[in-house]
């Protein structure tokens, strides 16, 4: 079964502790991508991969690191949590070579930053 | 640049209503567009999408028309159920880039 996974899905911690949220696709996909939703503003890019070692920044990627070591896995770090970023995390994957053109979405990651 | 602007919520509806939810976007050439479903507590669901103007995106009773003319891509259904209450994102993505641009989302709750 084509999948996107994420673990944690749910994550309460305190300022300053690094953490690592993991992303994981079985589908052979070049593109990975992160990003946040929040109330009132939608989904809003993080950080994306076009492939293994090339990334780059989205619309909003202060206090967010990626690596793209594998193909198949998109880690998100945040070396040092602050409460604004309390958010919901998706992670997301696609294939160039895929002609319907879809991300497949992970389940999501609640995150509590207190 | 490019932007999506959908209609604020949230919509509540009545079994066997019809809904629309609008949506016009903003972007430089040819973009492809999209909805998302969110159900609750769970990821985003593609619903349909439309690759050029005047194709018309369905699946599960949903459709949307690519209008190239008015820059829109709304929402419609002609009969809602209580099961498709949920989130709905409507979203662009230009051409040769992977990226996709949101709109903020429109909560649908249907009672029965």
């Known amino acids: 079964e084509a999948q996107v996974t994420q673990n944690p899905r749910y994550l309460i911690t305190v300022t300053g502790k690094k953490l690592t949220v993991t992303c994981s696709q079985n589908?052979?996909?070049?593109?990975m991508s992160w990003y946040r939703q929040d109330p009132g503003l939608g989904l809003r890019q993080i950080y994306y991969s076009m492939n293994v070692e090339v990334t780059d920044k989205g619309d909003v990627p202060e206090g967010y690191k990626v690596s793209r070591k594998e193909k198949r896995n998109f880690p998100l770090i945040l070396e040092s949590p602050s409460p604004n970023q309390t958010s919901l995390y998706f992670c997301a994957s696609s294939g160039r070579t895929t002609y319907q053109e879809t991300q497949y979405f992970g389940p999501g990651t609640r995150l509590l930053v207190l | 640049g490019n932007s999506v602007t959908q209609m604020e919520g949230p919509v509540t509806l009545s079994e066997e209503a019809f809904l629309t939810i609008n949506c016009t976007y903003t972007?430089?050439?040819?973009?492809?567009l999209f909805w998302y479903v969110q159900y609750p507590g769970e990821g985003l669901q593609l619903l349909l999408k439309a690759t050029k103007a005047d194709d018309k995106g369905s699946n599960k009773g949903f459709e949307a028309t690519y209008r190239k003319e008015t820059t829109s891509f709304h929402l419609e259904k002609g009969s809602v159920q209580v099961s498709d209450s949920a989130v709905y994102f409507c979203a662009l993505k230009r051409g040769g880039s992977e990226k996709l641009v949101f709109g903020k989302g429109t909560k649908l709750t249907v009672n029965p």
């Open positions: 589908m052979n996909h070049e593109y």
């Open positions: 972007a430089t050439g040819y973009p492809s």
